[in-house]
């Protein structure tokens, strides 16, 4: 029943903006929850919840072509996305996929297609959602990463300052010190899990900066984009209780509606706006009201931190996991420090945390042989651009002095070009200036443990063991 | 052959010559001038190759497309006589000319 259930996401969207004034919003969201409720028992569920289970993935050569599913969440933790994707790009560089949970899907395998569906935005929208499959229902919040312009170039505009390059230089000594500290709060003595003692950390302290958010809540960023970014539904990730992710959003509703009025209320008192996002958005003729439209508000507040947690976390991961697969190229950093800046580009390369974006064809087009159909959904794999062999010379290799590294389509092309690229680079730099000081290695200890999503490509565990400076053995 | 000059943002000056064909990016890259990033490659899909071309020579730069306006206007040190390095196909014409690289690329 799509056309039915667009008209009722609409509807919502348009009553809840009106009711804005009145009804808290956090209290709209419990009540949609009910609503939803009662709609699917009065027509249905639009597409069930799937729960996914693990079981052993075949070798990819078993497989005929069109049985070929990279849409699987086990994918990349079962270590088979590198020769699923090298068969595509080398024998169906533009592949349907018919009977994926997520319904019918194309992909794009191959960096040069890529970068042309990215660049098309006249042809290919980014709208209604980036993600493959559906968010839970009634909650298709509105972010301008899944906005065509104009809207798209509006809504950016009015953001962009928070992470803009002149603000982050203002940042760079807080980051900083942050980093010192947490580096300097770990366990020398025994193997840890790097991931919440360092790269979920950090991640939660920027964002708390970014947002001007109660420094001490700010486990709850971390926890609400967990969840929302981990939607079985729409990456195939762990989270299937949507009752859950209603009463997420609603609190998230509240604490930001609360701190959108804090603010207001002290710039009333006369003080100066600061530099976090709110601030901003309170500063733009643009976005001024914003907390009248609600599904906007949560939502470009979440696109900041989804688009800033995973993302960042899973590079800081990721580099000591590949430092680790590649020993030669850790001592190839320690006698060249000054390649730490190109070396966060090859670990952002090597590590692609966001696997893909997702695009919907706005007419007839044809690529790399195929018609893909107006109405379809084409998925640009990022991961597999970045390991194409006919653009990066072995491009499975961990290369940190690799020529052309920045080149990578990790932080996507055109229009949607990730906003937060320089930010993450600063943080990356930072984080490893700072190891540099401190640690002669870091070890992996343990095989890492993998996230379940066919979008967030990360790690949920990194057992390490620290050497510190002057204290290698022999 | 030609000459062009970049001005970094902290007033460093590097000279570089080029044939008539190449792109203002290509040049760029090519003497690893710093400032220029050029991520995607000259596909007008980055950014990150953003030149500020100085007042009298900007009408000889030719004119923007509809790509590369789009990706200028995010960029926030954006002027009046902006172009992306990548997008500017240098000419006999353009010998002599002077371009200014902005604090940040995108
Ligand atoms: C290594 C870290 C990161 C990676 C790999 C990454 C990746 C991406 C990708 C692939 C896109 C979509 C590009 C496209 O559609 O062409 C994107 C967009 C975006 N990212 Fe990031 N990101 C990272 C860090 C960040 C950070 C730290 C922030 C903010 C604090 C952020 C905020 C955004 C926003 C707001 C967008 C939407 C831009 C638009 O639609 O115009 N990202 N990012
Ligand atoms: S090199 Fe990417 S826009 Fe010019």
């Known amino acids: 029943m799509p056309t039915l259930s667009r008209t009722f996401d609409d509807i919502q969207s348009r009553l809840i903006n009106a009711t804005s004034r009145v009804v808290p919003m956090h209290r709209q969201i ?114 301008f990463i899944a906005m065509d312009p104009p809207k798209h170039d509006v809504q950016r505009s009015s953001v962009q300052g928070v992470v803009a390059p002149k603000n982050l230089k203002e940042m760079e000594g807080l980051i900083r010190s942050r980093t010192g500290e947490v580096l300097d709060s770990l366990p020398q003595d025994k193997p840890f899990n790097w991931v919440p003692a360092v790269s979920k950390e950090l991640t939660g302290r920027m964002l708390a900066t970014l947002l001007d958010f109660p420094y001490e809540e700010r486990h709850k960023l971390v926890e609400w984009s967990d969840r929302m970014a981990g939607a079985a539904s729409a990456t195939g990730g762990e989270f299937a209780d949507e009752e859950a992710m209603f009463d997420d959003a609603a609190d998230m509703a509240w604490s930001f509606s609360k701190l959108w009025r804090d603010k207001e ?210 | 052959m030609g000459k062009i000059t970049f001005i970094e943002n902290d007033q460093t000056v590097h000279v570089a010559e080029f044939e008539a064909g190449s792109s203002v990016r290509q040049i760029a890259v090519d003497n690893a001038i710093p400032g220029i990033d050029g991520d995607c490659g000259g596909e007008c899909a980055c950014g990150t190759c953003h030149v500020i071309v100085s007042e009298g020579w900007f009408s000889k730069t030719g004119t923007l497309g509809g790509e590369e306006e789009q990706m200028l206007s995010m960029t926030p040190e954006r002027t009046s006589t902006s172009r992306l390095g990548c997008q500017v196909v240098l000419t006999d014409e353009m010998d002599g000319m002077t371009v200014h690289l902005p604090e940040f690329q995108m």
Request: charge should be neutral; glycine fraction near 8%.
């Open chain 1, 30 to 143: 419990q009540g949609l929850k009910f609503l939803i409720g009662g709609k699917k028992k009065a027509f249905g569920p639009r597409r069930p919840m799937p729960e996914f289970v693990e079981k052993p993935i075949p070798d990819v050569n078993t497989l005929a072509l069109e049985d070929i599913d990279v849409s699987n969440p086990f994918l990349y933790r079962q270590g088979q996305w590198r020769p699923y994707f090298k068969r595509l790009r080398d024998e169906a560089p533009v592949h349907y996929q018919k009977n994926s949970p997520f319904g019918p899907f194309w992909s794009v395998t191959r960096f040069e297609d890529i970068m042309f569906v990215d660049k098309s935005h006249d042809l290919f929208s980014a709208e209604p959602q980036i993600i493959l499959g559906d968010p839970p229902e009634g909650l298709s919040v509105e972010m």
């Open chain 1, 265 to 474: 209320a002290r710039r009333a008192a006369g003080e100066e706006p600061g530099f976090d996002l709110i601030s901003l958005l309170q500063s733009n003729d643009e976005t001024k009201d914003l907390i009248d439209r609600p599904m906007e508000f949560i939502g470009n507040l979440t696109l900041l931190i989804v688009g800033g947690n995973d993302t960042t976390r899973n590079s800081m991961s990721g580099g000591l996991v590949a430092m680790n697969e590649f020993p030669e190229e850790f001592k190839k950093l320690k006698a060249n420090p000054e390649l730490i800046p190109n070396m966060v580009s090859e670990i952002i390369r090597w590590q692609t945390p966001l696997a893909y974006m997702r695009r919907i064809a706005k007419q007839d087009v044809e690529l790399g042989g195929q018609t893909i159909k107006k109405g379809d959904r084409v998925v640009m794999w990022y991961a597999s651009g970045n390991r194409d062999e006919r653009k990066f010379d072995n491009p499975d290799q961990f290369i940190i002095d690799r020529k052309d590294a920045r080149n990578h389509m990790s932080f996507g092309y055109g229009i949607h070009r990730c906003m937060g690229n320089r930010l993450a680079e600063l943080q990356l730099r930072v984080l490893w200036e700072e190891i540099l000081k401190r640690f002669d290695n870091i070890e992996v200890v343990e095989e890492p443990k993998r996230v379940q999503s066919n979008f967030v490509r990360g790690y949920s565990e990194v057992m390490v063991k620290l050497t510190p400076k002057g204290k290698e053995a022999g």
